[in-house]
């Protein structure tokens, strides 16, 4: 619309006002903005503003800018804001600090952060229309009404509901009290703790131990204690959001109605997202469960964050600012004073070495609930190794665990069989010679998938037929190396063809009905509803051996379960990531945690692991389940190395046209830092504790056709790392333009990356 061409110049009282917007990375302005406006907006306030040609949403960042002051600034130049989004109350200062200490500490600016932040269609939607989403929004609400406090008086989103049938708090209590189960011992213990300390609390609990009850109950004594709190609970994937939030709904809804508790992940429709949204910013959804992203949720009444399975690597954002949504959750409740409940069973090595003794540093509280619930019959499932070097030579799955699988079948049980590799064959290749099948644009193979005969390209998604003979010789026996979930489905089929399961014979079936096999992976769940239907038939009984990747070691109840089993664990150990040996261990114990979770049963479950060096650490303390000496250990190797938490780590990663240019770009901004930020006044000191390691090629070398570089920084201070990094921004945008970049794509910081 003619919005940017409209002066309203004839106004002698009209105000500047520092907008901020998400401006184009190459457009060397800040993301800060001056417009004009024909009064004062509160800080906070959402607008749309002209930037170049487009129209843009933008958050009125600061108070006013004095325009005397702005002298810089060509007041011909200023451009009019071309409508306020006046319906939606102003975001809370607290939240603009959230966002604008994230752009700083991950080194992106704040416009990209908080635009990334808000719900896409705010970009969309007019004042009006979303006047007109808020109200039915308010109306769907009904009885719970936020009521404008403090300086969030602004219009509140339409017409506000009668708030006669709001409940006493003492009724709310009784009704609460009544949903909820009776706790144990250590339930109660820890909930006491939570209830007088201030936290971070590092809640470490076995798997099935309750700790989803304690966030439940957490945050009902929260919702009755005060009328306006609200609680923000997250989880890793967007996989486990409808079976949270089902147990959510079922406990909150009842008192505090089916809008109390709203959801907020990427798998949603741009609608919802903005529902859910303006249901958490405006304080009629009292609960928002969510992933990563919601730990930016605009939550007026903010009382307590629960992050739970904090370990979880999908925290970390891979793309844009590379936040870790964990991080930035305790940074969020010391900021808003809200308690802050971090859950794992193998906790990250950070936070566990956080939650050491106080009155050795730490800073977060810890928190131990170590028995299953209903202990007696629910032990935690007994590890056996199988020592795979006494083992039949090229055996998949040993002799001892098929026989432990087909009695589980005879007994009606059901199996998990767990490997971290989807498709046939992780490769294939010709003995004659040498041919293998590699991807043309990336360092990698491509896997072999059999269901749809495709040489797939896991990295590229390139995928082509899978060619009759061998491309480079022409012969018709090409071999399989390595195997993935789909061999592993279809060499148990083979080998449990003969077993029967129990169970009346009928006339079709005399000797009992064969095994139901069944797979679960990224390849069989590629449809929107699939894996929920999958997990459905797995809890209906419909399936006695599931094979599939860690999508399925994580979080999901399977009742009947009594034995897991992990083929090939061994080669996460090979990994050259420091952090290999303890996601793999956080890995194995959730995937136990899938076994025993019927109490009936729990007793004679079993875990499998199959490995070559049965003595290794992380086999060690997984048999005894024993996390705290497996940390301790980890931890002891880490500060020996000088490694995270010891030290805090960044990494610059540069995509180009030639590994060369990667390389040159990384090697020239550091080398800049030595020979010329150095010079700078007081800057000799920050770089002494600084460490530039020259750059390397990534461990994926090419993807795509594109070629990759990293180098790491490190310092044993944060704010030195910090400062360092703040300032050398500038010095990698200059060190674009020096020649021996040509071909330079791209470049990215990664504030504590999680793998390198
Ligand atoms: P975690 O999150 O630690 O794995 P959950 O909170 O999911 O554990 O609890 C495991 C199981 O035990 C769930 O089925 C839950 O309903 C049940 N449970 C939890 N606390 C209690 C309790 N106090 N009394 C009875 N059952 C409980
Ligand atoms: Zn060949
Ligand atoms: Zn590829």
Redesign the pocket.
Known sequence: MACGGVRRTGLAMSAWLPVLVHTPAYASLGSVLTYRHREVLPAGTLVRVPLGARETLGVVWDAAADEEASGEIDPSKVRDICEVLDTVLPLAQAWQQLVRFAARYYQRSAGEVALAALPPQLRELSSLQLQRKAARLQKALGLQTPTAKGSRTRKVVAEEASTDTAQSPTHAQARAQASS????AE?TEVLAQIETHSGPFLLF?????????VYLQAVEQLLAREPQAQALVMVPEINLTPQLEARFVERFAPQWGPQSVVSLHSGMTPAQRLSAWLAAHQGGARIVLGTRMAVFASMPGLRLIVVDEEHDPSYKSGEGARYSARDLAVYRGRLEGAKVVLGSATPSLESWFHSRPASEGGRYLRLHMPSR??AAGRSLPLVRRVDMTHQPRNAVVSPPLLEAIKERIAGGEQCLVFLNRRGYAPVLHCSDCGWKSACGHCSAFRVFHKNDRTLRCHHCGHSDRVPRTCPGCGNPDILTLGRGTEQIEELLATLLADVRRPGTPTAEQPDGEPVRMGRIDADTTRLKGSLQSQLAAVHAGDVDVLVGTQMIAKGH?FRRITLVAAVNPDSALFSSDFRAPERLFSLLLQAA?RAGRDAALGAHSEVWVQTFQPAHPVYAALKNYDYPSFAHSQLQEREQAGMPPFSYQALVRADARSQEAAQAFLNTARKRATSEMVQWPGWAEVLEQVMLYPAVPMAMQRVANVERAQMLVESASRNALQSFLVAWQEVLHASRSDPACKGLIRWAIDVDPLAI
């Open positions: 189960k009776a706790l144990s339930q609990g076995a798997t099935g131990s309750g700790k989803t009850e619930i209903g109840d945690g």
